[in-house]
């Protein structure tokens, strides 16, 4: 239901652009975010985006990571600039649908590699 593309190899300082679409299912989505996983850690928050377009960032990618939406909402995208090696891991998209009673439910993409080089 959520298919993330873009990932790759890039040098640091480079730019990469991912995209997570969404199946049509699962439209009206409340939030959606990026999220990446480097080997032997855990999975950390990169960037948020409401249905109200509201974006949060993570401290370490403030300034060099911005999210958005496509008019349709159904297409997701993390500009990724001045990488750094850091970076390097497997990001994932989000899809989290919020009930009534504050309750969740979230999606899951399968995951793409971007490796950034010193």
């Known amino acids: 239901q959520l298919v993330e593309s873009g990932g790759g190899l890039v040098q640091a300082g480079g730019s990469l652009r991912l995209s997570c679409t969404t199946s049509?299912?699962?439209?009206?989505?409340?939030?959606m975010g990026w999220y990446r996983q480097a080997p032997g850690k855990q999975r950390d928050m990169v960037a948020h985006?409401?249905?109200?377009?509201?974006?949060t960032y993570a401290d370490s990618v403030k300034g060099r990571f911005t999210v958005s939406r496509n008019g349709l909402k159904n297409t997701m995208y993390l500009q990724m600039n001045s990488l750094k090696p850091e970076d390097t891991a497997v990001y994932y998209c989000?899809?989290?649908?919020?009930?009534?009673?504050?309750?969740?439910?979230?999606?899951w993409g399968q995951g793409t590699q971007v490796t950034v080089s010193s």
């Open positions: 049509t299912n699962i439209l009206n989505v409340d939030v």
């Open positions: 989000l899809a989290r649908f919020i009930r009534h009673d504050s309750t969740f439910t979230d999606y």
């Open positions: 985006i409401q249905d109200s377009g509201t974006t």
